[in-house]
């Protein structure tokens, strides 16, 4: 908790660099490509330039391998960067609009404007990757930025200010670090714009703050991604697949399969290709998972305790643990754990896991595992296991979500050409490419009409009976 002192000085800053970058956002209107790409280009050599300093500060917060951060962190951003640079001439050119026979004379185009001073609120998971991925477009887009990063990975926090601060004026971009005071400062200002990414409880209060000012959002939820396997699947490489994003990041990831439905029979052998792929990923000869360098650790104390909450709660109402299980609390470690015997009573079931245990549910026909799906919030994500184009089709088409992969397990987010968002309680917007560039840009619609002439005029008043007899032939002709 910071003191009365600490919190009006941080006000006093949060004042002067929004009222800063309030005023720099309006010159930014008239922005063109080469400066927006000049901003993007330096950010990216950055980052190429600075790998090993995110890989240590990664590793620093919550022992992320060096690989990983690769991967899940660094490979994201400049994939963003460098579809932003090929692509954002054409995505800022005006679109002209068909014309209508009843607007003859004019001409109408939709313009891309940036909607002007914005806030990202990053979280601790993928703490650089969802930070700066969401600058790109911000940037893009023509935007003034304030990026919070989150209090929980202090190193990535560190870094990301020394960044910003070595590659922007603070009229432009800036960042602002701190906890839950930070952030509601920040949420008190009407920035044009807010970009948040977090759980779905956070992103409720973001979004009311966010409505006293009727600032637009973009909110990254989470939520509870079911893995479909069907009669049919290969198991083999669905456990495989479903174990690798699963466990990646300790588990620590919104996309990741929170639970799994398989049909009854094929449980056993599906458990034991789940085994087979996480001794081959964690590990060596006779050396435990603790001893991986390839597996994360949750990232503090407090969420360590509250999934073995979520262990403890299972086991009490009748989960067995079939795989994993082991837990060094001073290490914030828990193995890859896999449980068995679940019913939708349990928390596991209740709440977004985010930590390395994976419930496996069994069903007797494919019906009724839509069925609790749907009972369920709509996720952030959900994945279906099948040899059949025809089942797939048929599990998509009978569940919402805010993405769909069918065959493969959280892949989507790395597509650059796709939109990646949620739905209702997993999300509001789309974001990556011209989907971030819309969600930070206004577009407004402009209608050209030569001086002196409407089409409209002879609608004007007075209603006399021709005018009248115009506007009925004109309803029965649409």
């Not at 082991?326 to 709440?351: A, F, G, H, Y």
Request: aromatic share 8%; proline share 6%.
């Amino acid at each position: 908790m910071l003191l009365n002192q600490e919190i009006d000085l941080l006000e006093s800053k949060i004042d002067k660099l929004f009222d800063l970058q309030k005023r720099h956002s309006i010159s930014l209107r008239k922005s063109t490509v080469h400066e927006r790409l000049g901003h993007i280009k330096r950010l990216r050599e950055w980052v190429l330039s600075h790998k090993e300093d995110i890989q240590k500060a990664l590793y620093a917060d919550y022992r992320k391998p060096y690989t990983e951060t690769d991967i899940t962190e660094i490979y994201p951003v400049l994939s963003e960067a460098k579809h932003f640079i090929s692509n954002l001439a054409h995505w800022m050119k005006s679109k002209r609009m068909p014309t209508p026979l009843t607007f003859l004379g004019t001409k109408a185009q939709t313009q891309y404007e940036p909607k002007g001073a914005s806030l990202i609120i990053a979280p601790w998971n993928y703490p650089f990757n969802l930070a700066i991925g969401p600058l790109v477009a911000a940037l893009g887009a023509g935007c003034t930025a304030i990026v919070k990063p989150s209090e929980m990975t202090p190193h990535t926090s560190a870094l990301i200010r020394r960044m910003i601060g070595e590659l922007f004026d603070e009229q432009m971009v800036a960042v602002v670090e701190g906890g839950v005071e930070a952030s509601q400062l920040l949420l008190s200002k009407p920035f044009d714009h807010l970009f948040f990414t977090g759980s779905p409880a956070v992103g409720k209060i973001v979004m009311k703050a966010a409505a006293e000012h009727l600032t637009s959002v973009t909110l990254e939820l989470g939520g509870k991604s079911p893995a479909i396997i069907a009669e049919d699947a290969n198991l083999k490489d669905a456990a495989e697949k479903i174990a690798a994003t699963k466990f990646l990041n300790c588990g620590q990831t919104c996309i990741a399969p929170d639970y799994v439905f398989i049909p009854n029979s094929k449980r056993d052998p599906f458990l034991q290709y789940v085994k087979e792929a996480i001794d081959s990923m964690y590990k060596s000869g006779k050396k435990g998972i603790e001893k991986s360098p390839d597996y994360s650790r949750i990232v503090n104390e407090r969420h360590f305790n509250r999934i073995m909450h979520l262990l403890q709660d299972a086991s009490e109402k009748g989960a067995k643990i079939e795989i994993g299980g082991k837990s060094i609390p001073e290490e914030n470690l828990l193995e890859p754990t896999v449980l068995v015997d679940i019913n939708p009573t349990m928390l596991v079931m209740q709440e977004e896991i985010f930590g390395p245990i994976l419930p496996v549910m069994v069903y007797e026909n494919l019906e009724q595992a839509l069925a609790l799906v749907n009972e369920m919030p709509k996720p952030l994500a959900l994945y279906a296991f099948s040899n059949s184009s025809r089942t797939i089709r048929h599990i998509f088409e009978q569940t919402s979500s805010g993405a769909s992969v069918a065959n493969d397990c959280a892949l989507h987010f790395l597509h650059p050409e796709l939109p990646f968002g949620g739905v209702n309680n997993s999300g509001i917007g789309k974001s990556h490419g011209v989907f971030g560039f819309l969600e930070f840009s206004n577009q407004k619609a402009v209608l050209e009409q030569r001086i002196g002439f409407t089409a409209a005029k002879p609608l004007f008043p007075p209603y006399n009976m021709a005018k009248k007899k115009m506007i009925e032939g004109l309803l029965k002709w649409f």
